[in-house]
Structure formats: C-alpha cells, structure tokens
C-alpha cells in the first residue's frame, strides 16, 4: 500500500533543467573561462560542493571551494528566486496526493535556501511535509541517503513510498534501496527514456495522470 512519494525537484517538479545545463558554463564564463561542452552533464549528478571540487580540479581554479560555492550559488541564486517554473500538472498532482492523505517530501541535491524559495514562489512548499537536501545526509544521489531520510521523516517504509525522478541514475539508486521508483519525463534526460521504463513501475510524459494508476503500481 503506498503510503508517502518522494519527489526529485529539478527536471521533475520545476523545469530547471535547461539552466543547469549551463551553470556551471555561465558561472565560468563569469571569471573569464571557457567550460567543455560536457560540463553540465558531469555537474548534474554532483552536491554544488561536490561540483565546486570538480570546477576547482579540472580548471585549476586559484580559489577554495568554498570561494566556488560562493559564486555558483549566486549564479543561480536569481534564476530560482525568480524565475523557474513549475512543470504543468505538479500541483493538481500534489493536491490530488495529498487528498488522499500521502505523505509528500522533496529530495533534492539543491541548497536548500534555493529549493525552498523556488517551491515558495511557485506556491507548493506548504504541500510538502519535509524538504530534504543532499547537504542534510552528505551525499548526493549515488547513494540511498536521501530517500532514507525523507521516508524515515514522513514515516513510511520503502517499499510503501514513491520516488518520482527524471534521473536514470537517481531512479536506479532509489530502486535498489526498495523503494516504488516512478519516471518522469525531462528533455534533459529525453535520451534515456528506454532505460528509465525499465528501471521505474510507471514512467510519466507529463503529470496528466489518473492519481489512482499510481496506487497499483507496485
């Protein structure tokens, strides 16, 4: 019986992606440096911490990844404030949800001041009962940490919880730790739509769906 549904925030509830895509590339470009083509695809799975190492390696960097921190989150500071917008269907989805009384939690690797202004603004913070960042478990989502911590918040066991990413990766690791794992369609992630089906119970194009599909998925 499901019973709570953890959702990823960039690329599945905010369409976020294509700035990511070029943050990193944006926040170099700032201090005068030209970033591989790759650059977003490498960052995407990463914490900003994680990312702030990899910028700080790669192109030797004379700053501290703190310094690096410092000036991707202000690269990208504005853009969630205000500007991301919701994915279209996210908070009939949400209230659908929650009418029936599932548990709602975000996991995200986003900081969570941003995450949480962005989901403010965009007038679905108040639906979630916890918010769950990368930088609260330590890690980001090559490792179950974070789904962990929001069940174990939002009370509910793995196997009763649904975890809706648009990441092959981030799917894979929520499904090996037992939990219900739902695709989500991102042009970002449009290349991997194969995999992600086989991973997932569902894979969703958009959130236009029947809410009662999702409680026999398992």
């Known amino acids: 019986m499901i019973r709570g549904a953890i959702f990823d925030m960039d690329g599945t509830l905010l369409d976020s992606m294509p700035y990511w895509d070029h943050a990193g590339e944006v926040y170099l470009k700032n201090i ?3 970033a591989a083509p790759n650059l977003g695809k490498i960052l995407f799975p990463m914490t900003m911490e994680e990312g702030a190492e ?3 390696e790669a192109y030797d960097l004379p700053l501290t990844v703190k310094e690096i921190t410092a000036g991707t989150n202000r690269t990208v500071e504005n853009f969630y404030q205000n500007q991301i917008p919701l994915k279209p269907g996210v908070i009939e989805l949400l209230k659908s949800l929650k009418a029936r009384g599932i548990k709602l939690a975000v996991a995200t690797v986003t900081i969570r ?3 949480e202004a962005a989901l403010e603004r965009c007038g679905v913070l108040e639906l979630f009962d916890t918010l769950v960042t990368a930088d609260d478990v330590g890690c980001g989502k090559d490792c179950p940490d974070i789904f962990h911590k929001a069940s174990e918040i939002i009370g509910t066991k793995p196997s009763e919880t649904l975890v809706f990413e648009d990441s092959v990766h981030a799917l894979q690791t929520a499904k090996e730790a037992g939990f219900v794992p739902v695709g989500v369609y991102d042009d970002s ?3 991997e739509q194969d995999k992600m089906k086989q991973i ?3 894979y969703l194009k958009n959130f236009d769906v029947d809410v009662e599909d999702l409680f026999s998925v398992q």
């Open 113 to 115: 001041p941003l995450a």
């Open 200 to 202: 997932g119970v569902m």
């Open 54 to 56: 990899y910028l700080q």
């Open 32 to 34: 005068g440096i030209k």
């Open 189 to 191: 992630s449009a290349d």
